[in-house]
């Protein structure tokens, strides 16, 4: 079955402490995003990476990084997270940038 | 002013209600369009892609493109229960690097048995 496979799908943390989002897609897309999608706001992207350890700034990349080391993984790294990225946040890859994209069921990040 | 503007409702219909949902652009550019349905603690699913004016049918679904408006619609008819969920409009161009989507806010749609 052809997914976007998001971990944790839930996280309770404190300020400051490190956490890594994985991500992980089955369809050998080249394609991969990172959204924060919050009230009002909608989905907004934070990074994406056109292949394989090529990656660039969304929307709102401040306080994130992420790295492509291989074709199906796209991990989403918070090095000092702060209550402001208490969001939910979803995964998604796809053939190309400007085609549908993939989703993951989403990681809802609480940062007290 | 947001690229795309997009009702974020709630919107609350009787069962069997034609749905019209909407979303207007300011980016001329924009070539491809698309609509999601996401369901509470899902992520977004694809519904309808299309990429030129015009009408694009599949089921009880239709979506609706006016380049020159700028003004896209999904049309759901004799809806049901199911099609309760938050409904996103994104669109795209399509460049050699760079091309993203974007996203209007989303529509939160409630059809009441």
């Known amino acids: 079955e052809a997914q976007v496979t998001q971990n944790p799908r839930y996280l309770i943390t404190v300020t400051g402490k490190k956490l890594t989002v994985t991500c992980s897609q089955n369809m050998n897309h080249e394609y991969m995003s990172w959204y924060r999608q919050d009230p009002g706001l909608g989905l907004r992207q934070i990074y994406y990476s056109m292949n394989v350890e090529v990656t660039d700034k969304g929307d709102v990349p401040e306080g994130y990084k992420v790295s492509r080391k291989e074709k199906r993984n796209f991990p989403l790294i918070l090095e000092s997270p702060s209550p402001n990225q208490t969001s939910l946040y979803f995964c998604?890859?796809?053939?190309?940038?400007?085609?549908?994209?993939?989703f993951g069921d989403g990681t809802r990040l609480s940062i007290l | 002013q947001k690229e795309v503007e997009q009702d974020p409702g709630p919107l609350s219909v009787p069962e069997g209600a034609i749905v019209s949902l909407n979303c207007t652009y300011s980016?001329?550019?924009?070539?491809?369009f698309m609509w999601y349905r996401q369901y509470s603690r899902k992520g977004p699913e694809l519904l309808m892609y299309?990429?030129?004016?015009g009408n694009k049918e599949d089921g009880r679904f239709t979506a609706q493109v006016d380049k020159s408006s700028k003004y896209i619609s999904l049309f759901i008819r004799d809806s049901q229960p199911s099609d309760s969920a938050t409904y996103l409009c994104a669109m795209s161009v399509r460049e050699t690097s760079g091309s993203r989507l974007t996203f209007g806010e989303g529509t939160q749609l409630t059809v009441n048995p």
């Open positions: 299309t990429y030129s004016s």
């Open positions: 980016n001329s550019a924009f070539q491809y």
């Open positions: 998604a890859s796809s053939p190309n940038t400007w085609g549908p994209q993939h």
